[in-house]
DNA sequence: ATGAAAGCGCTAACAA
DNA sequence: TTGTTAGCGCTTTCAT
C-alpha cells in the first residue's frame, strides 16, 4: 500500500472528519474543543502513529520559548557560576531550536529572594524550568504551582524529595565522599586525616555535603579502621581567621597531612598551605572552580573530584528541550554525572 | 527604524534585485548563478547579516542528509565499538535535525577494505564525513578527494598531518602516558614497573601508542629516574601465550608489582593476575571497554585511564552538524577531550 | 465549537 | 543564467 508515509495533521484531520485548525487545538489541548471531537482526535494520533514535525512547528510559531534557570547568583569564581555558565554551553542543541535559556538568579542566603525569584520566573510565562533548589520547603511549594501550570521542571545539584519533576541531573553525593575519601587515601592506610569545614549560619538549607561525609566517613571506617578523623571548622568570609584557625590546629597536630574539603572551597586553604608547604601532604577537594584548579596545577591541591556543574546545566536543558520540543520523557528520571577525578596532569585537558 | 527583524533570503533577493532562487543557488553553491550574481549575493548576505533559518530549509528539503562515519569494524567489546556506540548517542541534536549517520566500517589490518569503505561511503554521497583514521597514506588521499568534493570531515582518535579537516577531537597523547604514569606511580617513588605491548605485525599503521609511550618514559625519567621499567611483548590472539609469556616474566621478576598497557587491551592480563593475585599490585590501562571496567570493579585493576570514545563520536558529528546545517566553524579546530580517571569508586557512574 | 485560509522561510522543479 | 511558483507541516486569526 503506497500510502503517504509521514502522516500530518492534515492526515489525521481528515480521518476524524474535522479540520487542521481542530486538530491542532487538541494537540495542544488549548480548549474550545468539544469532547466528543477530543476523542476522536486522540484516538487517530494514536491509530495512524501521528508524530509532530518540530521544524513545522517552530517555523510557523517562528517565537522563541522561554526556559527559567532558578540558580543562586554566582559569585565570580564560585561554584555557581559555573552552574550558570552551563546555560552557554547549549548552544547549537537549543538555541538554534527556538529556546532560549533565561537565567533567574537569587540570594542563597535569603529565602524572600528566593520566592521573588520564582515569581518573575512564572511571569515569563516559560515553557520549562531548571531549579538548583536550595531551601527545600519553599521549592516543594513552587514545584506544585509548575505542576499546577503544566510547566515541566528539573533540578541540578540536589533535589529535594519531590517526585514531579521530569529529571535531575547531580553527583551521587554519597559515592562522592567514598571516592573522595580514596583518592585522600591512596588506597593505603593513613595515620590521620583532617576534614575542614564550613561553619553554617542558617542549617535550615539543604546540605549536600552530608550525604558526601557520610561516604567519607564509612570509606575511612572499613579501610582505614585506626585513622582518627578530625575536624575543623572555619568561617568563609574570614581569611584571616581561617590562617589563624590553621596555624592553631597545626600547631597541635603537626604530624597530619591529609587534608580534605567536601565542599567546593577548598581554595580558602591553599594560602596557608603555601605558606607552610609539606610535600608529602595530600590534600583533596571537590569541584574545578579556576582557584581550586590553579592550586591543582601548583601541586598544593592534589587531585579535585569535579561533577561539571556546566555539564548537569547542559544535560538538564537538553533534557528539557526533548520534552517541550519532542514530548520525549528521558530515559532515566534521576541521572547521576561523572565523578571526575582531576590532577596536575590532566586539568589542562579537562 | 521599524524595519523587519529577521531578514531572509526574500530580503537578500531584493536587496540584490535578484530572485529568492538565485540566493538559494549562491547559499548552496549548486552553480547555475553569474559570477557578478554570486558576489553581490554574498556582500549582501554580509551586509544584512543573514542567517538562513534552520527549521524552514529541513521543512522545505524533508529529506535527511546522510554523514558517513569511516570507523574500524568492531569486534565485540573492543575499543571501536564504544566509537561506534557513540554515533547513537547524538540522538537528540541530530537526528531529528534532518541528519542521519551511517556507518561505513572497514578492517583495520587490510588496507583494501579501507579503500573500498571509502569508495561505498563516496557512492552515498554525504553531506559530511568523520574519519577513525588508521592509515595515514590512504587517509590523506581520500581527504583530499572529499576536499574536491566540498565535502567538510572531521578526525577522531587520531589525526595525520591533514590540514583541510574541520575538526579533530581526540585524547592529547603524550599528556595521557604521562598522566597514566602518575597514577600508576601514585606520586611515589616505585620500585620498577612493567609495560605490557602488544607485538604488531604491520607498524606501517599510525600507532598512537607511541606518543603515549613517550609521555610515560618521561614522567618516569623525571619522577623515577632509578625505576627500571621493563618491556614485555605479547600477542593479542592468544591467551594461552600470553599466560606462558606472564608466567615466564614474573618468575625471573617475581618483585615487580607496578603494571601498565598503554592501549585499550589490559583486559587481556586479567585472567592471569587473577590467578596469581597480589594486594600491593597496582595495574594501569585505558579506555572503558566493559572487560577493563569489569576487572576495575573486582579490584584487578587499580584504574583506567578513559577518553571515551562515545563522546569523541559524538562531538564530531555535531560539529559536523553545526557547519553543515548553520554553517558555524567549530571553535577550536583540535579538540583535546578529558581524559578521565576511573576507580573502583568512580567506574559505576562514568 | 469548528472551519478556512494566510502565512512562517526555504527548496526545487519548471519556465523563461 | 534567472525568475516563478507550488509546496513542506504547522500555527493562528478570523469567520461561521
Known amino acids: 500500500m503506497a500510502k503517504k508515509e509521514t502522516i500530518t495533521i492534515l492526515d489525521i484531520a ?9 486538530v491542532d487545538r487538541v494537540l495542544h489541548n488549548r480548549g474550545e474543543v468539544s469532547k466528543k471531537s477530543h476523542e476522536k482526535v486522540m484516538r487517530a494520533i494514536e491509530e495512524l502513529g ?3 514535525n518540530v521544524y513545522a512547528s517552530l517555523l510557523a510559531r517562528s517565537q522563541d520559548l522561554t526556559v527559567g534557570l532558578l540558580v543562586p547568583a554566582a559569585e565570580p569564581g564560585s561554584f555557581w557560576e559555573l552552574v550558570s555558565a552551563g546555560a552557554g554551553k547549549t548552544a547549537g542543541s537549543v538555541e538554534t531550536f527556538g529556546l532560549s535559556p533565561r537565567l533567574f538568579t537569587y540570594d ?27 531551601f527545600q520547603e519553599e521549592t516543594n511549594r513552587f514545584a506544585r504551582e509548575l505542576e ?39 588506597g593505603q592506610d593513613i595515620p590521620s586525616a583532617l576534614i575542614v569545614r564550613i561553619r553554617r549560619d542558617r542549617d535550615s538549607r539543604s546540605d549536600p555535603t552530608l550525604n558526601r561525609r557520610a561516604g567519607f566517613m564509612d570509606y575511612m571506617e572499613q579501610y582505614c579502621p585506626e585513622c582518627p578523623v578530625f575536624h575543623l571548622f572555619i568561617d568563609p568570609n ?23 574539603m567536601l565542599n567546593s572551597r577548598i581554595h580558602l586553604l591553599v594560602p596557608w598551605l603555601e605558606r607552610h608547604p609539606d610535600r ?21 591541591v592534589t587531585c ?3 561533577q561539571h556543574p556546566e555539564e548537569q546545566m547542559r544535560q538538564a536543558i537538553e533534557a528539557l528541550a526533548d520534552y517541550i520540543l519532542r514530548k520525549k520523557l528521558p530515559e532515566n528520571k534521576d541521572n547521576f554525572m561523572h565523578m571526575d577525578i582531576l590532577t596536575r596532569f590532566n586539568v589542562d585537558y579537562y
Chains 1, 2 share one sequence.
Not at 481528515?14 to 481542530?22: D, N, W
Not at 510565562?125 to 536550595?134: C, D, E, K, M, S
Not at 533535589?159 to 551521587?172: E, V
Not at 574570614?238 to 580534605?260: C, E, T
Open 14 to 22: 481528515r480521518h476524524t472528519g474535522l479540520s487542521k485548525g481542530t
Open 50 to 52: 501521528y508524530e509532530p
Open 108 to 134: 542563597q542566603y535569603d529565602i524572600d529572594s528566593f520566592r521573588d525569584a520564582c515569581r518573575q520566573l512564572l511571569e515569563a510565562r516559560p515553557a520549562g524550568v531548571v531549579i538548583a533548589p536550595l
Open 148 to 186: 499546577s501550570g503544566g510547566i515541566p521542571y528539573v533540578f541540578i545539584d540536589s533535589k529535594p524529595d519531590t517526585i514531579g519533576h521530569l529529571a535531575y541531573f547531580g553527583m551521587p553525593p554519597y559515592q562522592s565522599g567514598y571516592l573522595c575519601a580514596d583518592q585522600l587515601t591512596g
Open 238 to 260: 574570614d581569611p584571616a581567621g581561617i590562617d589563624r584557625a590553621l596555624d592553631a590546629w597545626f600547631r597541635l597536630h603537626p604530624d597530619v597531612r591529609h587534608i580534605v
Open 280 to 300: 608529602r601532604r595530600r590534600v583533596v577537594g571537590f569541584d574545578n572552580l579556576r582557584a581550586n584548579m590553579d592550586a591543582l596545577r601548583r601541586g598544593t
Open 304 to 306: 579535585l573530584i569535579a
